[in-house]
C-alpha cells in the first residue's frame, strides 16, 4: 500500500484500498443571505439535495431544449467539449456551454439558481463547469456511481467540499429514461478511491469512467449507514441542486424517451482551484475553468459563440 500524504484531508487514489474519512467541511457555509429558509437550508444540509419541481416554465423549457438541438448540429465534427456515446455516435455530453451559447450563459447567472448557490457557500460563486447530458432512447449509456468532489479534488485541484450542482430537466425525467439517483446524507463520508489515476483520465472517464469511482463494497457501507437510495423524477423544469460530495448515479436509458439535462457547478469565489491533488496535469478548461468569473460578470468574459 502506497504511503498516503496527511497534509490533504480529502487524497485519493494513492492505496490499493478505498477507505471512508469524514467530512472536513460546513455543507452550509455562512456570509450569504438567499431565498431559502432555514428549514429549507437544514433539509439540504441533512441530505446533500433540494429537489425544486417545475422551477422554469415550459415555454423556457422548450427554447433551452431547442439550443441545445443547436449546439449538436453546430458541433458537428468538433471533438473538444463533446462527447459520444462509447457504443454510438449519439452525443453524450456538451461541455463548456456557458461560453458557447449566450441563451446558457444567461441561465447560470439567472438569479433562481445562483442565489440558492451563493446563499448555501456563503459568497459569490463563479462556474466550474457547465455541460448539457444526453441520454437519448435506447443508446443513452449510464453513469457510474461517483462524486464529483473527488475528481475535482484530485484531477482538478478544488481544495474543499464548497461547490454544489445544479441539474435542470430539459425532459420529464421518469422511472424508464435513467434518472439520477443519489445516495441521501452520503456527502457527509468522503470515500478514498483505490489506484492510481492514468494518463489523460479525462478522454476516457467522459466516455465511462473506472478510476475516482467507489468499490461496490464502499457504496455498500455508505448506502446502509445513510438513507438507502433515492431516484429523482419530474417534469421538464425542474431542477435539482446536490452538494458536490453526494454520492450519485444513473442507470441507462432503456425507453424510447430521451432525457436531456442542464448542469451548471457553482464552486465559491473563495474555493478556486489549484493544482491538482493527484499526480497528473489539470484537465482541459472546457472541463474545469481556470478564471475565476463571478457568474454575473459572464457576459463581459465570452468567447465567440457557436
Not at 457547465?130 to 457510474?144: A, M, Q, V, Y
Request: proline residues 7%; aromatic residues 10%.
Amino acid at each position: 500500500m502506497s504511503t498516503a500524504p496527511t497534509l490533504d484531508p480529502y487524497w485519493s487514489r494513492l492505496a490499493d484500498r478505498w477507505e471512508a474519512a469524514d467530512r472536513q467541511d460546513p455543507t452550509l457555509w455562512p456570509g450569504h443571505t438567499g431565498p431559502l429558509s432555514n428549514d429549507e437550508l437544514q433539509a439540504y444540509a441533512e441530505q446533500g439535495f433540494r429537489y425544486s419541481p417545475g422551477l422554469f416554465s415550459s415555454d423556457e423549457v422548450v427554447s433551452w431544449r431547442t439550443e441545445a438541438e443547436r449546439l449538436i448540429a453546430a458541433l458537428e465534427g468538433t471533438k473538444r467539449g463533446v462527447i459520444r456515446e462509447p457504443r454510438s455516435n449519439a452525443v453524450r455530453s456538451i461541455f463548456r456551454i456557458h461560453r458557447i451559447s449566450p441563451i446558457f450563459q444567461r441561465v447560470c447567472a439567472d438569479l433562481r439558481i445562483s442565489d440558492i448557490a451563493r446563499q448555501m457557500l456563503g459568497s459569490d460563486v463563479y462556474l466550474h463547469q457547465s455541460r448539457i447530458n444526453f441520454k437519448p432512447g435506447f443508446d443513452g449509456r449510464e453513469f457510474f456511481w461517483h462524486s464529483d468532489f473527488e475528481t475535482w479534488h484530485v484531477e482538478d485541484g478544488m481544495p474543499r467540499m464548497r461547490a454544489v450542482s445544479v441539474s435542470i430537466s430539459l425532459t420529464e425525467n421518469t422511472e424508464f429514461n435513467g434518472p439520477l439517483m443519489v445516495v441521501p446524507g452520503s456527502h457527509k463520508t468522503f470515500i478514498r478511491c483505490q489506484g492510481e489515476t492514468p494518463e489523460n483520465h479525462f478522454e476516457q472517464s467522459l466516455k465511462q469512467q473506472e478510476y475516482g469511482v467507489p468499490s461496490r463494497e464502499a457504496l455498500e457501507m455508505l448506502i446502509e449507514r445513510h438513507e438507502g437510495l433515492h431516484a429523482v423524477k419530474g417534469p421538464a423544469g425542474s431542477a435539482l441542486f446536490f452538494e458536490c460530495n453526494l454520492m450519485h448515479g444513473s442507470a441507462g436509458n432503456l425507453s424510447p424517451y430521451p432525457r436531456t439535462n442542464l448542469f451548471f457547478v457553482f464552486n465559491s469565489v473563495e474555493n478556486a482551484v489549484q493544482d491538482p491533488y493527484g499526480q497528473q496535469p489539470p484537465r482541459p478548461e472546457y472541463l474545469a475553468e481556470r478564471d475565476v468569473i463571478p457568474v454575473g460578470d459572464l457576459s463581459e468574459h465570452t468567447e465567440l459563440y457557436v
